[in-house]
């Protein structure tokens, strides 16, 4: 949600003649888009701003702003963080950054209202790329006891259908050719009676070629938008659903309102009706509470389902939380070793997944070259998998374009493959 905020944020201020600076020193206005999910990302965002902060030191007339969820939270408390900063604006009223820099005066901005939302169906639209995030709603009131979102974001509010398709449709316009559906909890997404699998439909109609989404919480996982996953063919084998615990009792003391049965039947369920879905997951080790056992437990879910791939995350107090209120017993030495078990298993699952791909054809869509061979490109697959494809002889250019790939190796966290010559129509190509 950030990356978008920050995409659209970039569109707002390019109408208003504003153009990116290739680098700080060159910059007259500094932006920083915040985290607060976890205390090691506001711990650096404070470490980078008050290293950005010599630019201002250097030259009085650069602007330096804090924008976004640790900008919500902190508010005023910010500035003692950080003295330089001109501006602190919450996660909606970034969006009005330019009238802000507008203001004359000398003391800085903080405004956190969340009073904006009718900004959010006129915002600008991005362009010119392949793949583009697409907001379907904003915030949520899912209140996860261990997290801050719903405090810094505020409660859901959903786009209406009409400004979805109309988004998706100016993206295909200018090439875009996958969008990904975006939200804290997309599948409890409703408009007039319109709910996510409705929606799926509707985007399915436009002439975008392929659709994701995330996050699915469990607790919304219907029947009916399993079946829309299976009937889409726009839409990617591709589920994230976070399980975060695999302790029933952890999982009710983090208010996630499903237990680990009701997880095993979701992912049986959808596992029958979508062919070679792609099922990654977020988990959390070292909750408040969690003895071994139930770290045990955690680790038996990852190994009888095998995700293809998992964020796993250090439990991080956040105060205003209700599990801030919770000890937090489990000491730091646990946690770490209970990441690190945790990563080593899901590793070897995520390995001997990719290698049944194998032999297999993946549908790539190119995104850009390499960053470990920059002469190879890279895409993603329909299941969300990284792929990396040697460049070839009489190589011509692959961005953007959608093509067959047969994959001949893989690691834990990429497939390698080629050209699936004899598959593939003019320019080895998929027209669709
Ligand atoms: N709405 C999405 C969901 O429900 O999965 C994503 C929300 S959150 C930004 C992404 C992930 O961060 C969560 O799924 C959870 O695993 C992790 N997370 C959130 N709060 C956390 C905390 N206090 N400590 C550690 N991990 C946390
Ligand atoms: Fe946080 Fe839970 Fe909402 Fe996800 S669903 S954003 S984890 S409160």
């Known amino acids: 949600m950030n990356v978008y905020d920050s995409e659209v944020l970039k569109g707002i201020l390019s109408q208003k003649g504003y153009s990116i600076a290739s680098k700080p020193e060159e910059a007259s206005l500094i932006i920083v888009n915040t985290c607060s999910v976890r205390e090691h990302a506001e711990t650096r965002a404070i470490g980078r701003l008050n290293e950005l902060s010599r630019y201002k030191l250097e030259n009085p007339d650069v602007k330096l702003a804090v924008i976004g969820c640790m900008a919500q939270r902190l508010g005023e408390r910010f500035l003692k963080e950080v003295p330089a900063l001109d501006l602190v604006l919450g996660t909606e009223e970034l969006f009005k950054l330019p009238d802000y820099l507008e203001k004359k005066g000398k003391n800085p901005t903080v405004a956190l209202s969340f009073s904006e939302l009718r900004k959010f169906d006129s915002l600008p639209q991005r362009k010119n ?19 801050i979102v719903p405090y810094v974001r505020g409660p859901e509010k959903n786009r209406k259908v009409s400004e979805i398709i109309r988004e998706v449709q100016c993206l295909t316009e200018s090439g875009c050719k996958e969008v990904i559906l975006i939200g804290q909890n997309v599948n409890s997404y409703k408009d007039n009676g319109c709910d996510f699998a409705d929606l799926l439909k509707e985007v399915s109609k436009t002439n975008i070629q392929r659709i994701r989404f995330m996050t699915s919480h469990p607790k919304d996982l219907s029947q009916k938008l399993i079946n829309a996953m299976s009937d889409l063919e726009k839409v990617c084998e591709h589920l994230h659903l976070p399980l975060q615990s695999g302790s029933d009792k952890i999982l009710e003391k983090m208010n996630r309102k499903y237990n680990s049965s009701d997880y095993l039947r979701l992912v049986d369920s959808v596992r029958n009706k979508v062919e070679d879905l792609s099922l990654t997951t977020d988990l959390i080790v070292g909750f408040p509470g969690e003895k071994e056992e139930d770290f045990q437990k955690t680790l038996q879910m990852v190994q009888r389902i095998e995700f293809d791939s998992a ?14 209120l919770f000890e937090d017993d489990v000491p730091n030495g646990v946690k770490l070793e209970r990441l690190q078990t945790l990563i080593e298993l899901q590793k070897k699952n995520a390995q001997k997944k990719n290698k049944n791909l194998i032999g297999k054809t993946e549908e790539v869509l190119i995104d850009g070259k390499s960053k470990r061979d920059k002469a190879s490109w890279k ?26 790939v ?22 080895n190509l998929i027209n669709m």
Not at 137 to 146: L, P
């Open 406 to 427: 047969k994959i001949t190796s893989a690691d834990s966290f990429t497939l390698f493959g080629g050209i699936e010559k004899d598959k593939c129509s003019d320019k």
């Open 379 to 404: 895409g993603k697959g329909r299941r969300n998998k990284t792929v990396i494809i040697p460049k070839g002889e009489n190589d011509i250019s692959l961005l953007g374009e959608i093509i067959k």
């Open 129 to 147: 790329k392949f793949s583009s995030f697409v907001a379907i709603s904003r915030g949520c009131e899912n209140f996860c006891s261990y997290c």
């Open 311 to 324: 964020f796993m995350f250090k439990y991080s107090p956040r105060e205003g939380t209700q599990a801030f």
